[in-house]
């Protein structure tokens, strides 16, 4: 892991420095698969009018407008501990004429109160953390998880085949990759209190295996 590029907290910032925020949204478009991988997403959320959906380290907002798009009387909440990059997806949502609120805040102490969403979603954003904030920003997405709600994560997870194992060892170098490229991060779920977790879809990118998950919190 290169140091240098965290705060005391141990966040890693988007593409690391922010130099590179106004880069952000080409790199994840290119290297991400973002336009399918964000859909499937927002298909499996599968958000119904009224609730409320927040996304944890939202970035510059792409998956919190699609998916006040996909439902526009659900209401969207997005929060990141940018104020950089939350600035550009006000923007965006604002560009696209939807009504999707930013909060400045880290994903280990969600400003919320308990049982107070309807499903909670992250992209791409547990891999900045180190193992026990990732622990911590998985038990607070249960904590304001309404019973029955559902926590979808697009995370790296286990390589498929040798090149993508390849580039995961690479990616570990470089980020809090570990512990979804060694699989841990269903049994990280459970340990939140999470009842059900699946994993969904695979996609093979130049920095490595992602992949879908949805953890259930009791009703």
Known sequence: MIEGATNRDG???????PALTPWLDLVIRMLFHEQRAKSRLVEWV????GWRALDVGCGTGTLAVLLKRSEPSAEVIGIDGDP???GKARSKAAAANLDVRFDVG???SLPYPDNSFDTVTSTLMLHHLRPADKASAIREASRVLRPGGAY???EFTRPHGRLQFALAKVGEL????????RGRLP????EASFATVEEGEVFATPLGTIGLFRSIKPS
């Open 11 to 17: 966040y890693l910032a988007a593409l690391r420095y």
């Open 46 to 49: 599968a958000l119904r009018p």
């Open 84 to 86: 950089t990059v939350l």
């Open 106 to 108: 880290m994903a280990q």
């Open 152 to 154: 979808h994560v697009l």
């Open 174 to 181: 470089l980020e809090y990759t570990e512990d979804g490229v």
């Open 187 to 190: 049994e990280m779920f459970r």
